[in-house]
């Protein structure tokens, strides 16, 4: 009778041990499925900007896909973002830019991942109705925890380098820092 109490212990372990194994494998492969989702959240002008800028709410929207490596992906990702100035009435950003992320490899439910890329901004100064496109470059950090098999979701901090010094007569970069919610959704392509 000890014998069997015992062998039903260890076969319960076991068993319990590999279900919640294959769980954590199971979370992995939703999340290295290719993704489309949104973001909404503060959006805050630093350094020499912040000094010209106030602080307000943005929002954007990305893609990503898998590489063949498993822990990376590259993503596509643009939003809009509009300040109300101190000198201009109105600052108006669109940044859209490529991106590479790289999934931590912690084995926890949530997910870490590390991000960085480049792309252009578009940038829209009113009333002198201004417009150009200037190279803007990115780095962030996202945490994201399953919602279910088919949503995740994070929160993300980006920080934004818009490249103006390139513009004759320009002293000072852009930086922005994103900070939001994100809801994306696990694709089966």
Request: proline residues 6%; aromatic residues 14%.
């Amino acid at each position: 009778m000890k014998k069997n109490i015992i062998y039903f212990f260890i076969v319960s372990f076991v068993l319990l041990a590999s279900t919640d194994l294959f769980a954590a494998n199971v979370r992995k492969r939703y999340f290295n499925r290719p993704q489309i989702g949104a973001w909404f959240g503060p959006i805050t002008p630093v350094f020499k900007t912040g000094d010209k800028l106030e602080p307000n709410l943005g929002g954007g929207g990305f893609f990503r896909y898998n590489l063949p490596i498993d822990s990376l992906k590259v993503g596509f990702e643009s939003s809009y973002q509009k300040f109300d100035s101190k000198g201009v009435d109105e600052l108006q950003l669109v940044p859209a830019y490529m991106n590479l992320l790289y999934l931590l490899p912690f084995n926890f439910p949530v997910r870490t991942q590390v991000k960085g890329g480049a792309g252009f901004c578009h940038v829209e100064m009113k009333p002198d109705k201004i417009s150009q496109w200037d190279p803007m470059f990115s780095a962030g950090v996202e945490i994201s925890f399953p919602a279910g098999k088919m949503a995740n979701i994070a929160l993300r901090i980006d920080y934004m380098l818009i490249f103006e010094k390139h513009i004759e007569g320009s002293k000072n970069n852009g930086h922005v820092i994103n900070a939001g919610v994100s809801l994306y959704l696990n694709l089966n392509l």
